[in-house]
């Protein structure tokens, strides 16, 4: 049977445990699995770091999602990103996206380049920029949408096309709108994930999730590195992320209604010059937007017309939002990006991003409003 999105994320994944019956599906903490007499493990587990029960239930649940083959869990989103790259060898070039998550272009920068990667950071929303930046030697192509923190749109599809005519992979870090938009049906190879955030859902958990559409060589190493390398998240870890996953498309249905009831509010906003989400019909992504994505999520940023000073003052002054980094749970959080990025940060200074949470919309509003004045 072919499942709804809704259905997959309640069912994929889990089973009635077939030993006790528990609906719920056990947290298995056994580090070490037994061996049959004949020296085999018929039932599929060794060692806890090659693999366990949970890690393989929420592998199994999130390549139904994803629509993919199979999927490798790491401990962060970032061991995920980095396991990405150490499948590739000395000499293979990334085409990376000046917008990506900092932690993902400073894996590269800091980490890869000295053992022998090479990597563009381009505007991945320039078509005829990405055309120009691929080479021979490309082997992965970076797609991330929205971004981090101008919400810029980038068209999965065109990547996807482009990449795979110079023989490379199109990666797409689908953190930002997990459900919303379905990078494998727009020909993306592989999916990045940092489920520390929606997947989670309640700023409880650290993980991460490579996802392939075709269970490749190339991904058979990524597996590889996940068991030889080590990055794994703990069973228990596994069990909340995939917890979360079952109330996902609900969650980033609610999200998604609610950002665009802030934006709108902000839009309008006299001290508010520049509000910047995708569902906007003024966002200069919010054609394709509207194409690859079903709604626009939780995540937008504005710009106060008086600078930094006036944007601390509205994150100093918010009651329900908290000042916090992060992304993606329950609870509505504020962050003024220029400071925590520190020194060479690309962020305006006037910039506040809002993750919107599940609180009633008119609550958040009259938070906003309130510290607007
Ligand atoms: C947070 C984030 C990551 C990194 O994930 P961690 O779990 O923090 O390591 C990667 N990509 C995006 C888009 C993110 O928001």
Not at 25 to 43: A, C, K, N, Q
Not at 356 to 371: F, M, P, R, V
Request: proline share 4%; hydrophobic share 40%; charged share 20%.
């Amino acid at each position: 049977m072919k499942m709804k999105i809704e259905t997959l994320a309640v069912h994929a994944g889990h089973t009635i445990d077939p030993t006790t019956g528990a609906v719920s599906t056990p947290i298995h903490l056994s580090t070490t699995f037994e061996r049959d007499v004949e020296g085999t493990y018929s039932r599929g587990f060794m060692y806890t770091r090659n693999n366990n029960p949970n890690r393989e239930a929420l592998e199994r649940g999130v390549s139904m999602l994803e629509g993919g083959e199979t999927a490798a869990a790491f401990g962060s989103g970032t061991a995920a990103a980095m396991a990405l790259f150490q499948a590739l060898a000395p000499g293979d070039h990334v085409l990376a996206h000046v917008d990506a998550y900092y932690g993902t272009t400073r894996l590269l920068r800091e980490i890869f380049l000295r053992w022998g990667l090479e990597a563009d950071f381009i505007d991945m929303g320039n078509l005829a920029a990405v055309k120009k930046g691929l080479r021979p030697q490309t082997k992965l192509a970076w797609s991330e949408t929205p971004s981090n923190p101008l919400l810029k749109i980038v068209d999965i599809a065109a990547i996807a096309e482009v990449a795979h005519g110079v023989g490379a992979l199109c990666v797409c870090d689908n953190t930002w709108a997990p459900v919303l938009q379905r990078p494998f049906e727009l020909g993306a190879d592989l999916i990045l994930h940092s489920t520390t955030k929606y997947f989670g859902g309640h700023c409880d958990v650290a993980g991460g999730i490579v996802v392939a559409k075709k269970d490749s060589e190339f991904f058979q190493r990524i597996r590889a590195i996940q068991y030889s390398g080590g990055a794994v998240p703990s069973p228990f870890d596994c069990w909340l992320v995939l917890r979360g996953m079952r109330t996902l498309p609900w969650r980033m249905r609610a999200h998604s209604e609610n950002a665009m009831k802030v934006a709108n509010f902000l839009a309008q906003h006299r001290k508010v010059n520049n509000v910047h989400y995708p569902g906007l019909s003024s966002h200069p992504g919010h054609e394709i937007a509207t194409h690859q994505m079903s709604m626009f999520g939780g995540m937008l940023s504005f710009e106060l017309r008086d600078g930094r000073d006036a944007a601390m003052s509205v994150a100093a002054k918010t009651k329900i939002f908290t000042r916090a980094t992060s992304l993606g749970g329950v609870e509505s959080l504020i962050e003024h990006r220029a400071s925590i990025e520190g020194a060479g940060t690309t962020s305006p200074e006037g910039l506040l991003r809002l993750s919107i949470g599940l609180e009633n919309s008119d609550d958040l509003i009259e938070d906003l409003d309130q510290a607007l004045r």
